[in-house]
T-cell receptor, first 116, second 111 residues
Framework: GAVVSQHPSRVICKSGTSVKIECRSLDFQATTMFWYRQFPKKSLMLMATSNEGSKATYEQGVEKDKFLINHASLTLSTLTVTSAHPEDSSFYIC????????????FGPGTRLLVL | GENVEQHPSTLSVQEGDSAVIKCTYSDSASNYFPWYKQELGKGPQLIIDIRSNVGEKKDQRIAVTLNKTAKHFSLHITETQPEDSAVYFCAAHGGYQKVTFGIGTKLQVIP
């Protein structure tokens, strides 16, 4: 149980284009999902907290207009990197917390984004 | 806010030996401490967790200990195997539902 999927697993795009990453909880409902960014050999950096049916809460320094988050259902959250630039290249990981209130976060496999 | 320190940053052990990774936290309100294993190019996987009302928890070759007074918790892996090689992250969940991660420990098990 507690499986989280991400799609795509890797994406290469040109500068200026937008990229959408999907995060799905496959066998549980998640009222809260989290989006992280991870640089090589570094820890996870929380970008935003996504709550189903409401606006995401962004961490300080994260541009909400650049990283659009939508959490339209209890099993799906999407992160759209708008007008991507090479500095947006990174490993993006989502996690989901079960709606039954436990603190445990279950992570997706990550999405490798390369912006040329 | 919460500050989690993790050490060592890298650890090499011979296959069959034990590995210990330690973390300290600063927020006494933190009450949940998960450990994650991350293999190269993959997302973190929860391997064990402990809540503040428990001092120790074990799952086969993996154990976690928690000292609330000293605000530190440790991951113990016994009889290490090459497939244990990965980066391990500790985390602390604080009073505002925020989770803070350690910097990670790269464990290498040498066959």
């Amino acid at each position: 149980g507690a499986v989280v999927s991400q799609h795509p697993s890797r994406v290469i795009c040109k500068s200026g284009t937008s990229v959408k990453i999907e995060c799905r909880s496959l066998d549980f409902q998640a009222t809260t999902m989290f989006w992280y960014r991870q640089f090589p050999k570094k820890s996870l950096m929380l970008m935003a907290t996504s709550n189903e049916g409401s606006k995401a809460t962004y961490e300080q320094g994260v541009e909400k207009d650049k990283f659009l988050i939508n959490h339209a259902s209890l099993t799906l959250s999407t992160l759209t990197v708008t007008s991507a630039h090479p500095e947006d290249s990174s490993f993006y990981i989502c996690s989901a917390r079960d709606h039954r209130g436990q603190e445990t976060q279950y992570f997706g496999p990550g999405t490798r984004l390369l912006v040329l | 806010g919460e500050n989690v320190e993790q050490h060592p940053s890298t650890l090499s052990v011979q296959e069959g030996d034990s590995a210990v990774i330690k973390c300290t936290y600063s927020d006494s309100a933190s009450n949940y401490f998960p450990w994650y294993k991350q293999e190269l190019g993959k997302g973190p996987q929860l391997i064990i967790d402990i809540r503040s009302n428990v001092g120790e928890k074990k799952d086969q070759r993996i154990a976690v200990t928690l000292n609330k007074t000293a605000k530190h918790f440790s991951l113990h892996i016994t009889e290490t195997q090459p497939e244990d090689s990965a980066v391990y992250f500790c985390a602390a969940h604080g009073g505002y539902q925020k989770v803070t991660f350690g910097i990670g420990t790269k464990l290498q098990v040498i066959p």
